[in-house]
């Protein structure tokens, strides 16, 4: 066997998973497993992977040491894509094909289809409108935010063709939707506020944050560093770009043009069990919008809109008895884990894309939002208190993550000694 060859093949797997929206950890298992499937010894067997660069070395069977290098300068989220390539990467380690196969099955999953534009432009619906609605917005802020999302989704394919960094792609979506939508709710249509924060929430670095966290805590601290440097930067991208057109237009933000009365869907249902029930259920459209918007399909998308719903629900309890954010954000976030890693079992695909599209209930996008319209506004202690929500809200989720991931190493562990 031309080991030279089959480590290019699995090179462009690994490639793929990474782009895909694989944690480094999995991608380097992979990795690591499919080589020694074809009698590399074990221990021999290294694999370095970051955000942007691939480095393998193994000692082949005759003992020749084989290293590649791959650049990785692209990203392009598909929850499909990555779970048909996490199976044949255990199809690889099962059955050990030969490099045509593996090249040919490579090829199989590669040309799938990916979702329609009319999907894509529904999944976007579902997300901002959905999201401007669970924020507090009217029927009639959710109408507005998702005739802007249809322009948001075409921005980010179109100017993704231009070879241009993602964050400048990403500023200039914002600035463009934030005048759009400017421009729009000054005519006395809907809410601002609502309507930006459910357009935040379609563009927010999901993936990066929640594989940042999981890099690092399981051990690759430079990877997941990079990664939240990288969802930092994007969410500045997003702030940024909203914050613009706000200080350039402000008087026109503030002003309607004309008055439209319309009862009911423009009067938002702020409190209550309605409010509690609207809220769970475009909790579930959100969620299952995120997921259709990065190419998840079949029965995994309502899984995920049940998670989303549930894990809200979750949050809403534990908020009315405690009164605060940590501690429900915490229990929701570690229900989260728990139900990700169970559909991941239950579907056999990574718990990253079920986790990273259930959890988006519980991302700070209107904290954000406020914090960044405080510091506008020069209002300093409310946009300290909406940073620190924020914070805190992060907090909460990345310790739900780390409970979940060392009780899942303890379990292990445990079954191991047990043998």
Partial sequence: MDYGKLL????????????????????????????SAYDCPWDRVNAFITTTNIQVTFEDPNGSIITQ????????????????????SRYICTYKPD?????EKYLEVMNRP???????????????????IFFGGSIFDGLISSIVSILIINLLGNLKRFNINQMAIIFFTSVISGVVSILLCSLGLANLDKVLIGEIMLMIPGVA???AIRDMLIGDIATGLLRLANAVLIAGAIALGFAAPLA????????????????????PIRSGALAVTIQIITAFIGCIGFALFFNMKKRQVIYSGVGGAVAWGIYLIFAHLMGSVFIPTLIASVFIGVYSEIMAKVNKAPATIFFTSVAIALIPGASLYYAMES?????????????????????AISMGIIFVAVAGKFRTEFKKRMK
């Fill in 209 to 211: 944050m929640t594989n």
């Fill in 375 to 395: 510091l506008l506004d020069k209002d300093m202690e409310a946009a300290a208190y909406n940073g620190n929500n924020a914070l805190t809200i992060a907090l």
């Fill in 69 to 88: 290098i791959r650049r990785v300068k692209r990203s392009d989220t598909n929850f499909d894509r990555l779970d048909y390539l996490n199976n044949l």
């Fill in 8 to 35: 290019q093949t699995i090179l462009d797997i690994a490639e793929e998973m990474l782009v895909a929206g694989a944690e480094v950890s999995r991608v380097e298992d992979s990795i690591e497993r499919m080589v």
């Fill in 114 to 132: 990916v979702n329609p534009l009319w999907l894509k432009y529904l999944s976007g619906i579902m997300v901002a409108g959905g999201f401007t």
């Fill in 248 to 267: 350039l237009m402000k008087g026109l933000a503030n002003l309607s043009l004309i008055e439209i009365h319309v009862p009911f869907i423009m009067i």
């Fill in 99 to 103: 490099i045509a196969e593996m090249r």
